[in-house]
């Protein structure tokens, strides 16, 4: 079956700019989990998201950085007025939530964010 | 809050022989335990978890991984290490207390050498 999808895969963007990346989670999975991994670094929590709860916004660095889900199902993360500290590969995930919550992980490609 | 270290940045061991790549965690709760091992140029890939029963869990390409909860650690292991066991390898945990978020830790690279 389909695993879970991130658009775009490469994403270039000048200082200042406004980016939104996209993720597709497996179908029926009701958590999904947004990941930062900088160049050789580990990887950093985000957001995470349950469900038709609240989301989790506590690893969010900055106001600039933000995460939607609609209908439960595709998320965006949007960065405003990018930095240049803000390149990494942003990484996404999901599992069956509270359907499995002993269930790891199925993470997305990634989409690779270069601010110059 | 939950927390994960893996003290090493890098392990290199020769082929053949025994790996361990380390790893600690701090959790207020029951811990859900997780490896992840990222090959280059591509995603992170599940290895195994320990939920509960049997300290020691085994799980993908012949990899195994102790619990030890007086130790709060999760050590993954391979008897017999190959040149393709090279990657970067995560430790996550998930504290049942604090709902589904998950920690990862910074990670450790393995090099096999041949």
Same mark, same amino acid.
């Given at each position: 079956g389909a695993g879970v999808s991130q658009s775009p895969s490469n994403k270039v963007t000048e200082k200042g700019k406004d980016v939104e990346l996209r993720c597709d989670p497996i179908s029926g999975h009701t958590a999904l989990y947004w990941y930062r991994q900088s160049l050789g670094q580990g990887l950093e929590f985000l957001i995470y998201f349950q *469900?038709?709860? =609240?989301? /989790?916004?506590? *690893?969010?660095?900055? /106001?600039r950085f933000s995460a939607e889900r609609t209908g439960g199902s595709v998320s965006t993360l949007t960065i405003q007025r990018? %930095? %240049?500290? /803000?390149s990494a590969v942003y990484l996404c995930a999901s599992n069956p939530g509270? =359907?499995?919550?002993n269930n790891e992980q199925f993470f997305g490609p990634g989409t690779r964010l270069t601010v110059l | 809050a939950q927390s994960v270290a893996q003290p090493e940045d890098q392990v290199n061991v020769a082929e053949g022989n025994p790996l361990t790549v380390k790893c600690t965690y701090s959790v207020s709760g029951n811990p859900y335990l997780f490896w992840y091992v990222q090959y280059p140029n591509r995603g992170l890939q599940f290895l195994l978890k320990y939920?509960?029963?049997?300290?020691l869990v085994k799980g993908s390409y012949g990899f195994e991984a102790e619990f030890n909860k007086s130790q709060t650690s999760f050590h993954l292991k391979k008897p017999s290490a190959l040149v393709s066991d090279s990657a970067l390898y995560f430790c996550a945990v998930r504290d049942w207390a604090g709902g589904f978020k998950t920690i990862f830790g910074a990670g450790t690279r393995l090099f096999v050498k041949a």
């Open positions: *469900g038709n709860s =609240a989301p /989790d916004k506590s *690893g969010l660095p900055s /106001d990018t %930095q %240049q500290e /803000d509270l =359907a499995g919550g | 939920i509960t029963g049997d300290n």
